[in-house]
């Protein structure tokens, strides 16, 4: 028999949920779990979250251009706004959206990652 540590119901054994007030119960043989309340806080990498805003803001200033609409499609590659590789070049919205979402994707991914615990 075990005892609920919210309202001290006797339980049986192979009871996962106080049948009285419904709270998980913690397996006897798992001293690496903490009890409910006492649970370890995390908190994400805020230097990587830092790093994906700057990464973005940079992916913003330097966008991938693209030929000309008429012109066959071929990627020309990130420049200047001010210096565009080909007269009437266009910023490719794809490559500019296929971009961002893998910053931000990334940039969450790490910052969870790197998270640290207390």
């Known amino acids: 028999m075990k005892i609920c540590i919210t309202c001290s119901q006797e339980l049986s054994d192979d009871h996962r949920y106080c049948t009285r007030c419904g709270r998980p119960q913690l397996p006897a043989s798992?001293?690496?779990?903490?009890?409910?309340g006492g649970s370890e806080m995390e908190e994400m990498n805020i230097t990587a979250l830092y790093a994906m805003?700057?990464?973005?803001i940079l992916a913003l200033l330097v966008p991938p251009w693209e030929t000309p609409p008429g012109v066959p499609p071929e990627f020309l590659g990130f420049h200047f706004y001010w210096s565009?590789?080909?007269?009437?070049?266009v910023v490719s919205r794809l490559m500019m959206t296929i971009?961002?979402?893998?910053?931000?994707?990334?940039?969450?991914?790490?910052?969870?990652?790197?998270?640290?615990k207390h």
Do not use: C, H, M
């Open 99 to 116: 971009e961002l979402t893998t910053i931000g994707i990334a940039g969450l991914y790490f910052s969870w990652l790197l998270r640290k």
């Open 30 to 36: 798992s001293p690496n779990v903490t009890q409910p």
């Open 53 to 56: 805003i700057g990464a973005l």
């Open 84 to 89: 565009p590789p080909e007269p009437d070049a």
